[in-house]
DNA sequence: GTCTATATAACGATAGAC
DNA sequence: GTCTATCGTTATATAGAC
């Protein structure tokens, strides 16, 4: 499935600029969404965080979707390249291993921002129309899944929930960024039945 | 953590009886959560759901916060029992074991009703507040856990997480219940470092 | 880019008849 | 146990001034 694949084109998640305005508003759904959920989370809530009114708001995104996009669109961007660099690969061990480890740095360096996403049925629902986003997630399956045996998929779904909730769950919060890592990256292995290391010695 | 822990008593999830009427509201009460999330479900799709009018579903539960209430104490009741034959081991493994091989058994028969719930903002928020959920809640974690290191807490963190998704997630919605126990209990094993079972056989 | 003001609909919840 | 009818509030979304 990674062998050979030829270099897709991007989805186009990395070069969206956003202005400041847009960038507080996405800022404050995020959070406020982890909260209350997207299908709980209002226009006036987001304007009253940032401190303006709603119509401004409606004035940077012309509906709570294109928020619920936009908001998706950004935490993605970061995965994008690393399932370029990984679809580079041209063995499946190897591409998988450089994927789970940009997934998880990028899981903590946002601390479960793309698992609340993740995991709400208001942000699955909208994405689950979007070819965009299908496509995407095809591809992130195509380099962690080797097969189409049941054994893999059953992996690769746990895979992806220990790692979302190992950075977002309560126990963890306050387990700093660096141990999180390590235990992750080993767990990850014990998982897919690859060596552990010793050291947890890379920079991010 | 677990060794010369005293029987505690029961958060009394399991004695709740409901009648036929509440029954239904919640099985529909389920449903819709897992499709919109709790802050998208409305008393109105409930009621239309199962063919009433609202002020019908208000006849049986007070609030809409008394449902999702309810609708946890239910789909958490069979993990009491579960968990109260555990706290009966007294060594920390053994109790562990049990528990998780109870927990998959649950997860699987309802197929991520409680996974479901977990991961629902507006109802980890609700439960937050009741002090019957969070005894149960550290009692579990007290049978998970056996220290408090950071170790532990992350590896408990992505075990959750790993059983959660490994029954709900699209990949595994072909994945036969008994391919899917065998490979969750797998898994966890290799996740906590405990010997891998050769036979999966092992009644319900 | 932000505001006030407003239209229209749906929300949670209650009262009282049957 | 279910209904009709209703209250007060909030929701998404828009129009138009500054």
Redesign the interface.
Known sequence: MVAGVSRQAPSGFRFITRSAAQTRILDAALKL????????TSLQMIADAIGVTKAAVYHQFKTKEQIVVALTERELGGLEEALEAAEAHDDFPRAREELLRRVIDLAIERRGAASTLQ????VV?LLAGQEQFQRFIQRL?GVL?DDTS??A??????????????VM?P??A??DDD??RS??LR?TH??I?APEESGAGDGG
Do not use: C, K, N
């Open positions: 969404i982890a909260e209350h959920g997207a299908a709980g995991f709400d049925p208001v629902r399956y899944i049941e054994d998929r059953v992996s690769a779904a746990m895979l992806s929930g220990a790692i979302a909730v190992g769950h126990l963890v306050g387990v141990t999180l235990q992750l767990f014990r998982l039945g």
